[in-house]
């Protein structure tokens, strides 16, 4: 059985200290994202002196909610290199974090169901083997080689004609990835601050010196924002704007059921992914609603046309009961990619945008994050990613581009 | 789903109808004179409220016409559906529209008003919809 792979239930992995009054810098969002770069501000730059603030429970944003795809096949180089980047930590960090969490390197395939999915796959296969990043094209013998319960026959609406495939690619368990780099910030003496919600900020001049929030003003001489879907929102108490549009995304599982699906599949076209946890739940998402949303819940629509597209894949899925569905806010830009980097307000520096794809991204966002907060400069990584992009046209357009949106 | 009440065919499912973004985003009065700051705000930039926010929805597989909605985005509740081209029902609307929007945002032709902050009647301003659609309003 798959589920004797899973760890004992931690015990309590950090502590629980009340805020102080100064910090050399805060970080706002305790998901994976804030926990990263805590712990890389701590490890890389000798910065322990740092908050984590939640205003709800560690990880319970996104990072408790999204399917926990990981992957690094994007299209352009800019991207192809901070996901990559972003791989090759995850290879690398449960030995490093001292933590298992499961990173299961299964592969995932995006399917190609159009003789235009089928270039732009093939396209992507040789920019992906052109930036180091594995990659493979797939016939439909071969897609069904590898996952025997896909339906590739010819007479459905829109035939499996091929996939891209990326071995390295894989999932994780992202409760477990939170905890681990949880338990090394706490080890390292960040103070992770759960139930205490930024509600402004203090400045002097154009620079922030403190942040405002329901458990008191603290005092700091930096400020990181990893809020994901609230992130406008903070910019906004802060003086500035994102480009940013905040959509629910959802996701469900099915009950458990024995080992079929032994990969990961992702279908752009008819717009499904489904992978099956470590525990034996089909997992699978879908596209945002398309209106702006902080409700963390989405329409049944969108769960019914992912559900006709899963089993016209995967016939076997069509006595499969759903368990659970639930939703996520996700923070999209208009080239689908993040942004990463400095704001106009000084001191203060923003990470966001990653959209319905940042849990691939954790560990490099974390990295080039820390880098740029402790140096005030971006990281080689994610300086593509800055704010300026949107003025000066340099976009990263991943959009379709980069096979599903995850 | 939302159940959508389009000003000219009644309560719809929300699959019948296309998200159209922020309503009363004026196009540039004088596009030329635009520096690229400006540009990024125009093209890139759209509000992204917590609460209740003016957008823009088609009735695409009914009357096809436009019409703008102000919708909580928290509790998804529809406040209030209006015509293009009326200013927006309640009179809190954000402060920073009426720098830029004018009331010929909605028709992309040039104008000078600044949209009323007037609360208006929602039942009014059901009756004559200019509902030609913007350009480009196609997402
Ligand atoms: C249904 C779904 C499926 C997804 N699937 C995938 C996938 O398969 N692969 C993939 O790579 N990505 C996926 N994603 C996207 C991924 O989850 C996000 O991009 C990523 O989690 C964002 O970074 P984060 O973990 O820090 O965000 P979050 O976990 O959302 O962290 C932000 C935190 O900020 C906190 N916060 C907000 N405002 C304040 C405030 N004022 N004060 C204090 N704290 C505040 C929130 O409570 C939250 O905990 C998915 C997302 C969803 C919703
Ligand atoms: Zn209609």
Known sequence: ????????????????????????????GGGGHGLATAYFLAKNHGMTNIAILEKGWLAGGNMARNTTIIRSNYLWDESAAIYEHALKLWEVLPEELEYDFLFSQRGVMNLAHTLGDVRESMRRVGANKLNGVDAEWLDPQQVKELCPILNINDNIRYPVMGAT???????????????????????????????????????????????????????????GLCAAGHSSVLAEMAGFRLPIQSHPLQALVSELHEPVHPTVVMSNHVHVYVSQAHKGELVMGAGVDSYNG???????HVIEHQMAAAVELFPIFARAHVLRTWGGIVDTTLDASPIVGTTPVDNMFVNCGWGTGGFKGTPAAGLTFAHTIATGTPHELNKPFALERFETGALIDEHGAAAVAH | MLLISCPNCGSRDETEFHYGGQAHVAYPENPNELNDREWAEFLF????????????????????????????????EIQAIYPMGAPRPDAAAPARESGTASLAADSTTTGTAAPSTATTSIAASTSSASTTAPEGATK
Not at chain 1, 12 to 27: G, M, T
Not at chain 1, 170 to 191: M, N, P, S, T, Y
Not at chain 1, 294 to 300: D, L, V
Not at chain 2, 54 to 62: D, K, P, Q, V, Y
Request: net charge positive; glycine share 8%; with cysteine.
């Open chain 1, 294 to 300: 902080y409700g963390q819940r989405g329409s049944f």
């Open chain 1, 1 to 28: 059985m798959m589920g004797d792979q899973l760890p004992e239930h931690p015990d309590f992995l950090w502590r629980n200290p009340e805020p102080k009054s100064s910090y050399d810098a805060v970080i706002v």
């Open chain 2, 45 to 76: 930039y759209r509000d992204n409220t917590k609460g209740a926010f003016a957008e823009r929805w088609l009735h695409s597989t009914g009357c096809r016409q436009w019409f703008n909605m102000l919708r909580d985005t928290v509790s998804y």
């Open chain 1, 165 to 223: 495939y990326q071995p390295r690619a894989g999932i994780a368990k992202h409760d477990h990835v939170a905890w681990a780099f949880a338990r090394k910030c706490d080890e390292l003496g960040v103070d992770i601050i759960q139930n205490c919600e930024v509600t402004g900020f203090v400045k002097d001049g154009n620079r922030v010196t403190g942040v405002k929030t329901n458990r008191g003003t603290i005092n700091t001489e930096k400020v």
